[in-house]
């Protein structure tokens, strides 16, 4: 048997929480027990072998709710292998974007094994009003950005490495 394995998600709109479910099936398909859950209903993260956080990015942040997530458990992460990935923009280059500030510090608190920016989906139809307004200025681009076969690789990489640390304990 794999790896339990939690993959916790702020998302706004949908877009990156459908980028943690394509994770989640790619650990599932390599021999793991996945939860895949909104940031916000995570207590605590007891149990679980490895946990993938993952946020929408706006305005070069994080979600406060996934921040508000590694801050409440960073003793419980640190504990555990921990992954992290962002979504946003899609009209900037994925690593430019979807680089929140906090993502270096929130990563070296709790010793993740790195984190991975993803470009996102923007439908100007689901927006605020003070969204929009950002995204005119951003001069972002309507469509579905996001590179399943990217993200697909790198859940094969994390299922990679779970493989490899159950096999050698």
């Known amino acids: 048997m794999g790896a339990w394995v939690l993959v916790a998600v702020a998302s706004r709109h949908g877009a990156t929480q459908e980028i943690g479910e394509a994770v989640a099936q790619v650990l599932r398909a390599r021999g793991n027990a996945v939860d895949v859950r909104d940031v916000e209903d995570v207590t605590d993260v007891a149990g679980y072998d490895a946990v993938v956080v993952g946020s929408a990015v706006y305005t070069a942040h994080w979600l406060p709710a996934a ?21 946003g923009l899609a009209t900037q280059p994925a690593a430019a974007a979807n680089s929140p500030h906090e993502i270096a510090a ?20 689901v927006l605020s009003f003070t969204e929009r307004a950002i995204i005119a200025g951003a001069r972002g681009r309507d469509g579905d950005h996001r590179d399943f076969p990217a993200i697909e690789r790198w859940a094969a990489e994390i299922a990679d490495v779970l493989a490899d640390e159950r096999a050698s304990v």
């Not at 929130?106 to 923007?122: D, V």
């Open 67 to 87: 921040r508000e997530l590694v801050a409440r458990e960073r003793d419980a992460l640190a504990a555990r292998p921990v992954w992290l990935f962002s979504s």
């Open 106 to 125: 929130l990563g070296a608190t709790i010793g993740a094994r790195g984190h991975r920016s993803f470009r996102g989906r923007l439908d100007r139809s």
